[in-house]
């Protein structure tokens, strides 16, 4: 049997995608705003992963967001990184959780997406 090995991309829909794309350049430092971005395995944290998981179509976990869907990314300073995306005009969201697997905090993107950025824990 053929088997899924990971996560190929993550597509969506944006009104004006050259200007998200430019702000998410800006704000987190993601590619040069011109194009797609690609995140190769070699610049992921060693403690980081992808999760691909299916929610409960009644969940909340996307507020206040309205969409069906949200983005998770992982950064190397999540204190950091909302701090820039909320002088980049976005809109923090909830507290910063905090787990044995890392670190958590959201925002809405210009679009309206809601974005979980996870700092992974640091290898000792």
Known sequence: M???LGLGGL???SLDP???LAWYAQWLGIGDGKASIEFR???MPPNSFT???PFPANTDYFAPSGRAFMFNLIVDDLDGALGQVHTGGAQVVGEIEEHEYGRFGWFIDPDGNKV???EPPRTP
């Open 2 to 4: 053929a088997k899924v």
């Open 11 to 13: 597509f969506f829909k």
């Open 18 to 20: 050259e200007k998200l």
């Open 41 to 43: 395995s070699a610049t």
């Open 51 to 53: 999760v691909w998981s």
């Open 116 to 118: 979980e950025l996870w």
